[in-house]
């Protein structure tokens, strides 16, 4: 999604994620210098495997990647389910039947699970939900673990989301890697959690974080599990970035029709990794990097604001970008419908390119 134009969600989507050559692979373990891909299967209950089994794909896959929003419509614990969660592991499984049948696409399938969670708003709406700027900052200043029954109520609700989201999560804890991207595209103002105060945004994440990862009291004790902080591309990307303690690697969501020159990705590359736009020089973040979400601009010449292709868009563009202009880039994720690969041109050719 970029600034100019963010793009709206909707249900039954899935993405191809390729990993490149990490920029830095002791920083994560489970990147290696090797090229890795995978695929985003969709949101739950509504997950797609048939990309799994697609020529110029199923051959490279590595990683499985999905969101535990069902978007049934509410706004509370029960959009969050993991009702789709046996169907991946299934496919992680290397002895049933069906990897046995398809030994080349599944050989090597899971290595990695990366899962988002588009959490409600926790006063009320979906995540495109508003909260006012008093209860963000009782929201984010209070300690999940010390929620209770005499807390507000959307305190309340917003503990048993995460409580929720926890046990979706955990369920992955025993295959492969788990890497959770929550609170993503912070400096956009179209999620709950966007474009607010920066101290208050960096203590929601890090209570978040202990809630999920700390073996205290109240806290889940998930200590496998590691976080994604995802900005989308334009300005101030850098600024909201919890702490070194907090993350384990960074990403932009980037949608553009000409990535080698757009000034909001090239500036959000910068911040992130560290260089120098316009005259601005950047220490970055001594992360892996890489694209979370990443195709054609939302509105743009190719895809209009509803998601649907206009025209085909040239893949090459985003390759020759990832080569030439943004080399730190250790991973990208390509949305679908009209951002798909397969409905555009030279889409498949990226799992063959080397970088």
């Known amino acids: 999604m970029t600034l100019k134009n963010p793009k709206k969600l909707f249900l039954s989507i899935f993405a191809v994620l390729y990993i490149i050559s990490a920029a830095n692979p002791t ?3 489970a990147f290696s210098s090797t090229c890795k891909a995978g695929v985003f299967l969709g949101w739950d209950r509504n997950i797609d495997t048939s990309i799994a089994y697609t020529d110029g794909y199923s051959n490279r896959l590595d990683i499985i990647s999905y969101d535990l929003c069902n978007w049934n419509g509410n ?7 993991w009702d789709s ?10 002895n049933i039947p069906l990897i046995k049948q398809y030994k080349g696409p599944y050989a090597h399938l899971i290595k990695n699970v990366i899962i988002s969670a588009h959490m409600p708003c926790p006063t009320g709406g979906t995540s495109n939900g508003s909260i006012s700027p008093q209860d963000f900052a009782t929201l984010a200043n209070t300690k999940i673990q010390d929620i209770n029954s005499s807390s507000p109520w959307f305190l ?3 503990k048993a989301i995460v409580s929720k989201v926890g046990d979706g999560l955990e369920y992955y804890g025993h295959v492969g890697t788990v890497y959770f991207r929550p609170f993503h595209e912070v400096n956009g103002n179209w999620f709950w959690w966007g474009d607010k105060d920066v101290s208050q945004y960096k203590q929601l994440w890090i209570n978040l974080h202990d809630y999920l990862v700390s073996k205290n009291s109240g806290c889940r004790g998930l200590t496998w599990l590691k976080f994604c902080y995802a900005p989308n591309s334009g300005k101030n990307a850098a600024l909201y970035y919890p702490g070194d303690d907090y993350v384990d690697m960074v990403g932009m969501d ?10 909001y990705v090239k500036r959000a590359y910068a911040e992130l990794t560290g260089g120098t736009y316009n005259g601005v020089t950047y220490p970055g973040i001594d992360k892996p990097f890489g694209f979370p979400e990443l195709g054609p601009n939302v509105g743009g010449d190719y895809v209009d604001n509803k998601n649907r292709l206009i025209k085909k868009f040239d893949y090459k563009r985003w390759s020759d970008a990832i080569k030439l202009n943004y080399p730190k880039a250790s991973y990208f994720i390509i949305w679908n419908g009209g951002y798909e690969p397969r409905n555009n041109d030279n889409g498949t050719s990226l799992f063959n390119m080397s970088y």
């Not at 969660?85 to 290397?94: C, G, V, Y």
């Not at 949608?255 to 757009?262: L, Q």
Request: glycine share 0%; proline share 6%.
């Open 156 to 158: 309340q609700n917003y």
């Open 75 to 81: 706004n509370d614990s029960s959009s969050i389910s």
């Open 254 to 263: 980037a949608y553009s029709d000409n990535p080698s020159t757009d000034t």
């Open 27 to 29: 920083k994560v373990s």
């Open 85 to 94: 969660a046996s169907t991946i592991r299934d496919l992680q499984k290397p």
